[in-house]
């Protein structure tokens, strides 16, 4: 990167190469991780309890998407979107009418891309209907050459660079000269019995766009601008920082000394405790004020920032710290945080995540088809006490099953719910047991008392 010449002609190269990168702070980051951590899939309901625990265990868990989708989540959150291909770890077999009759892989196999690598096609005015998905990448152990999957409701097709122009199967996209890419042991094309796109898109900031793709924006995209000013406010401090945060003294109407050279010689050594000695009784001494950093403060602009991406002004650096500050408070001050996360990021990326697991049903070895009404759950990580939650389960719990009332009140996933549903079978079976055990014992005759004769 050149150096500007403002900076050149005020003499300042040396100290803009050593401050320029402790300017930078990565806040777009710090945008992006106050949402990511609110951002967390707790499970999946749907009519049919038997089948949302399919795709559960058989689909989410056994991919590790508790971890895999906070990766899909930043993503989503730094480029406006992620994606998401769900495709079997084996083989399908069809009957004699072409129809999936079952797979032969234990469970589907879910992998994630970013924008930088895949693009997804849509009907034209839908954001839902794909007609196709392209994955474009390089990889070194095929010469360093690009290779492209493409995906359709049809089939998969794979291509990668060819190394000449000719030959009969070869053809030219985007200036590059494209041959297929045959994979030992599988067909080309790869067929795709689902009929659908099984690339499915999860993004953030939607907004309507004509067109076969959608628009999407990351949680900073409309702030780099911004961004970019307070980094240059942070290095102009620096600046000032090590060249002017010192007091400045000159000596007026002494003769300034020069060595053989030509080079001024200092007219005296200024240290603590130190005396100077004027030889002219006309010289005098004065002393000018260091800059004030201050005037080059970035609060303002960090409070620009935390308005325009909903994320809560204390999480930015402050010129007065908060203290002693009510929950009330830190809940009002999150308010927008919470609002942008419920209202509009968890709906837009539950949606992808539902598309997800109903894609990933179909592939189990036993498939299951996965409701429309199926709704993807999120922990809650508002600023609630145990006791609080405590509070509103009891007193909900009785007009709802207590199911639902531990979803609403205590945000229990999937998981948990089974595991207490488990445990609670296992309590009352043991009571029963129990209970018949103590019956036999007063039934039996060794248990009569003895009565004296």
């Not at 069809?94 to 849509?122: C, F, G, H, K």
């Not at 122009?165 to 297929?180: I, L």
Request: charged content about 25%.
């Amino acid at each position: 990167m050149p150096i500007p010449e403002a900076v050149t002609a005020a003499k300042l190269t040396r100290a803009y190469r050593q401050l320029l990168s402790m300017s930078e702070t990565p806040w777009g980051k710090l945008v992006v991780a106050s949402k990511l951590d609110r951002l967390e899939v707790n499970g999946i309901t749907s009519p049919d309890s038997s089948v949302s625990d399919a795709v559960w265990h058989g689909v989410w868990q056994t991919n590790a998407m508790d971890l895999e989708s906070k990766l899909a989540h930043r993503a989503a959150l730094m480029d406006g979107r992620a994606h998401a291909t769900v495709w079997p770890a084996g083989d399908w077999v069809a009957n004699d009418e072409q129809e999936i009759t079952r797979w032969t892989s234990e469970e589907p196999r879910v992998t994630l891309d970013d924008s930088s690598v895949m693009v997804v096609e849509y009907v034209e005015g839908s954001r839902r209907e794909r007609i196709g998905a392209l994955r474009r990448w390089r990889d070194p152990n095929v010469d360093g050459r690009d290779l492209v999957t493409l995906y359709r409701r049809d089939g998969i097709y794979k291509f990668q660079q060819a190394k000449t122009d000719a030959g009969d199967r070869r053809f030219t996209a985007a200036g590059v000269s494209w041959e297929p890419r045959e994979v030992d042991g599988e067909e080309w094309p790869l067929p795709n019995p689902l009929g659908v796109v099984p690339v499915v898109e999860l993004g953030v900031n939607r907004q309507l766009a004509p067109g076969a793709f959608t628009h999407c924006s990351g949680e900073f995209a409309n702030e780099t601008g911004l961004i970019d000013k307070v980094n240059l406010l942070t290095f102009l401090g620096l600046v000032v920082a090590v060249s002017m945060s010192f007091p400045l003294r000159v000596l007026i109407g002494e003769e300034i000394l020069r060595d053989d050279s030509g080079k001024a010689i200092p007219p005296f050594d200024a240290y603590i405790g130190g005396a100077v000695q004027f030889e002219n009784p006309q010289a005098k001494l004065a002393q000018y004020e260091p800059a004030d950093r201050g005037a080059l403060s970035i609060y303002g602009e960090l409070q620009q920032l935390a308005k325009s991406t909903s994320t809560p002004g204390h999480y930015f650096p402050l010129a007065d710290t908060i203290s002693n500050v009510s929950a009330e408070t830190i809940r009002a001050f999150e308010g927008p945080l919470h609002a942008a996360v419920n209202g509009s990021h968890k709906p837009s990326l539950g949606e992808g995540w539902e598309e997800v697991l109903r894609l990933g049903g179909r592939m189990l070895p036993e498939p299951v088809e996965l409701s429309q009404r199926a709704a993807i759950m999120w922990a809650d990580h508002e600023s609630r006490s145990l006791a609080e939650r405590a509070d509103a389960f009891s007193k909900i719990a009785g007009s709802l099953p207590w199911q639902a009332a531990a979803e609403l009140a205590l945000a229990l996933g999937n998981d948990q719910i089974r595991r207490y549903e488990s445990e609670q079978a296992g309590s009352a079976l043991t009571q029963i047991i129990a209970r018949l055990r103590d019956d036999d014992a007063a039934r039996s005759p060794e248990s009569a008392p003895l009565v004296a004769t």
